[in-house]
């Protein structure tokens, strides 16, 4: 199912959108829905280390620099934001 929304977005934002999804090769809508699904799993993410700190307390420096090890890890294999856009 999907749910059409009138959205305002500033000039150069809706340009470089515009580019990003060609260079993409999906739609304008696509490719903003990839981005506000990615947004709230980062939110989602979020709440969740928050609520491991709040019973198990704050990640220390150590384990803060472990898991930016592991995502640098993770993000240099992936090649090329087309690679990253689910197609629709």
Do not use: C, H, P, Y
Request: aromatic share 4%; no cysteine; net charge neutral.
């Amino acid at each position: 199912m999907v749910t059409k929304r009138s959205v305002s977005l500033a000039d150069d934002v809706a340009t470089a959108v515009e580019t990003a999804a060609g260079e993409d090769g999906v739609s304008f809508s696509a490719w903003l829905s990839t981005a506000a699904e990615r947004q709230l799993r980062v939110r989602q993410g979020l709440r969740g280390v928050a609520a491991w700190e709040a019973e198990a307390g704050a990640l220390t420096a150590e384990e803060i620099a472990a898991g930016e090890a592991l995502l640098a890890r993770l993000l240099s294999g992936v090649s090329g934001m087309a690679s990253r856009v689910r197609r629709r």
